[in-house]
Each structure stands twice: as C-alpha cells, then as structure tokens.
C-alpha cells in the first residue's frame, strides 16, 4: 500500500515468468484477469458496480475511473483512457501510459470484465504505437 519503483514491479514479472515457466505477455494477460476477477472482484466491488450498470456503460466511463481511485491513492501515475462509441456493438478503447509493455495486462483486464460484468465480448488488440512520450494502444470490443 506504498509507492515503490516501477523497477520493482518489471523484475517481479521477469522473475515470475521464470518461476512460472509462462512468457511475459501470456503471465501479464492472466493477471490482469487474475487482478479483476480475485482481487477487484473481492476488495472493490463496490467501485466497479458504481462505475457502470454493464461493461459498455463502465467502459465508457472509464477515462474517469483513475480519478475516483486518486481520491483513495493520490500517489499514484494512472493510466489514461479514451472510448469511440463506434456503433451499437462496436466500442474502441485507446490505452496511453509511460509504462512500456503492458497491453497484455491491459487485454486480461477486459477479458476480466467482460466475465465480472457477464457480457460476452470479443476483445482485439488491433494497434500499439507512441505518440508523444507515451505507450499507445488501441483494442476494439465487439459485443
Ligand atoms: C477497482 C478498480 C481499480 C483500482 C482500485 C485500480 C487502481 C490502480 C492503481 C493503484 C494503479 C497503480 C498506479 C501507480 O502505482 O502508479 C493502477 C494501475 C493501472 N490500472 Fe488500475 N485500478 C482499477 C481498475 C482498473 C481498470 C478497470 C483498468 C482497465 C484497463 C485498469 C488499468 C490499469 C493499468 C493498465 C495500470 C498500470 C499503470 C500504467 O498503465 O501505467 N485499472 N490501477
């Protein structure tokens, strides 16, 4: 529950791949569904629910939901979010970080959500790229 160096947290993921036998991307998807689906799912409830009724409307919210949770870690470098409503079943959800490397977590994540919110989605990675000093990626969500 206090900030330490993003050095750290690479060299667990180094060391767990190791361990695990499992490559980095494979072992970051798994947490990111491990993260939602044990963790959120126990400890912030609550917070996922009050962000949306469903995983479109909590998506869309998204761009937001770092903010509220500043208000309980101010500390922290959040992650940044942007969603294009492309049609009724179409979402595409633009990921920025200074954080290199970590779409992978990012994909588990939403496959995390679509089972802690029931609803079925197909989820693609379909660009990474930088754009000023930060790690972009783009995945589009079919439901
Ligand atoms: C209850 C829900 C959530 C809480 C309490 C939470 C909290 C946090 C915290 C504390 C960090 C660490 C940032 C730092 O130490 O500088 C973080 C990072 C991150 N969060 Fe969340 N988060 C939540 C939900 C989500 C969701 C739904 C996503 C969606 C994809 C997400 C994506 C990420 C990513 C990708 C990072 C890594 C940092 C980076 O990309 O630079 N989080 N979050």
């Known amino acids: 529950m206090t900030n330490y160096s993003d050095t750290v947290t690479y060299a667990l993921v180094v060391n767990a791949s190791k361990i695990l036998d499992m490559n980095i991307q494979a072992l970051l998807f798994e947490f990111g569904k491990y993260w939602v689906l044990t963790i959120a799912a126990e400890k912030y409830a609550a917070l996922l629910h009050s962000a949306g009724k469903g995983l479109r409307e909590f998506l869309v919210n998204l761009p937001n939901f770092h903010s509220r949770v500043m208000l309980y870690y101010p500390e922290i470098t959040p992650?940044?979010?942007?969603?294009?409503?492309?049609?009724?079943?179409?979402?595409?959800?633009?990921?920025?970080?200074?954080?290199?490397?970590?779409?992978?977590?990012?994909?588990?994540?939403?496959?995390?959500?679509?089972?802690f919110f029931e609803t079925p989605a197909r989820i693609e990675l379909i660009e990474t790229s930088m754009e000023d000093e930060y790690h972009k990626s783009v995945f589009s969500l079919h439901f």
């Open 79 to 115: 992650p940044e979010f942007k969603v294009m409503e492309l049609s009724d079943t179409t979402l595409e959800l633009h990921y920025f970080s200074k954080r290199p490397g970590l779409h992978p977590f990012v994909s588990g994540i939403l496959e995390g959500l679509s089972t």
